[in-house]
């Protein structure tokens, strides 16, 4: 702790200085910022859905639900994928090229507000006609109004978070995302105080969130020493580093997004829905361990864009390893406590549940044990390779599913999936110890 007193070693000299190492060079007190931040995030955005469901009709929560879905759809035609992309070609810039750094930031702030406000106005345009033709249902147009709002929001917001993960400035990213849906609990003390408490009212004060969101993030950043928001100025170069980067990461997000939902999809057509249900609150609850897998590659992305020789290849392999099976040991009471939480939290459920609960456990944690190790291949312009992963993933999980899970069920289900995950996994530490290899034999002897 700061201001404590040194104590004597408790360890060797050695094992203290590996420690410290790990610590100030890996990334470790990142990833703890970034998890407690993104765990806060959940909780909140947990809360904030229990208010908004009990507080509206389970119509207008559906149609709020229904206008979210269209929102999250929408962004990732240039959300996360582009944002990875900025993050991996500026990262290295930081501290090094001042003018390079802020060519890029400006050429991802073009490149999201371009396509984002294209799909924003066509959405706000044709609001009417795609809530009667696509949804047949005339009260979402106004829903679909602020969706387009949201779009615009959303992606400046996430600029800016994806600005500070590239200067490393965890805290600061944790604290705003916690404050994203701060915001949006206060936004419904408000309807709530003011008896305003309907769909279209709820679902402006989420979008405006964003809007709020994007201004802290801007005033915190005017009040450093780093870049400001950039200004106008065409970078065509930097947008050719960033697309093609983020072409990958795009289909990648894309491609493992249709693998995480094909056992679920499947399961439906060969099981009732008690039995869809039950798998699903299984599948949920898995969204923790995979959401520390996430903050790990958050925290590390821009430590690991900056590594060029073989050394620095090895010791991110350790380092990393290390903190993935530190999280691990975390989350490993969750097996023995796993009927507990589910006939407390979920009694409806039971024990059911927790036994598909405890399969599907099993395979994240081999995914926070080996997918952070990806970013070598981020590292070494091999995102292609993750592409090709989740390609092949997707493949497997259909073909596997459509085999197992009829004649097995939601046990299949589960078994098709940490299949699938322990296959990602080999596939990746093929490609990473294959990279690693060639840069080693590369070196000169």
Known sequence: PAGAPPQPPAESPAATGTVRRWLAGAGGAGVLKVVAGNGSFVVLGFVANVIAANGLSPDGFGS??????????????????????????????????????????????????????????????????????????????????????????????????????????????????????????????LLAWIGLFEPVAVFASWMLAFVVSFGMALAWDRRTTQPGLPVVR??????????????????????????????????????????????????????VIDLLTYSVIIALLPRASKMSTHGEFVAYLKSTFLICALLALCVMPLFPLSDWLFTTFFPAYGTAAASLFRILLSGALITLLFHPLYLILYARDQAYRLTQVNLLLALFALLAGLVVIPAHGTTGAALVTVAGRVFASALICYFVFSEVRKLLHAQPA
């Not at 996360?80 to 900025?86: E, Q, S, Y």
């Not at 983020?246 to 439906?268: C, G």
Request: hydrophobic share 55%; aromatic share 12%; charged share 15%.
């Open 64 to 189: 709020m639900a229904l206008a979210l879905a269209m929102l999250n759809v929408l962004q990732e035609i240039c959300g996360a994928g582009v944002d990875l992309a900025i993050v991996r070609i500026a990262a290295p810039h930081v501290g090094r090229d001042a003018d390079r750094l802020a060519r890029v930031y400006r050429a991802g702030l073009q490149i999201k507000l371009i396509f984002n406000g294209s799909i924003a106005l066509a959405v706000w345009m044709f609001a009417g006609p795609i809530a009667r033709g696509l949804f047949d249902d005339p009260r979402l147009s106004p829903l679909l109004g602020w969706v387009a709002v949201g779009l615009l929001a959303a992606a400046l917001f996430n600029y800016m978070l994806a600005k500070f993960q590239t200067e490393e400035r965890f805290a600061l990213y944790s604290t705003l995302r916690v404050l994203n849906n701060v915001a949006k609990l206060v936004f419904l003390g």
């Open 234 to 287: 065409i970078e065509g170069e930097r947008w050719g580093e960033i697309l093609r980067f983020a072409r990958w990461t795009v289909a990648s997000s894309f491609l493992y997004s249709l693998y995480s939902r094909t056992d679920l999809l499947i399961l439906a057509r060969y099981v009732g829905d008690a039995d869809v249900g039950l798998y699903a609150v299984s599948w949920n609850i898995t969204f």
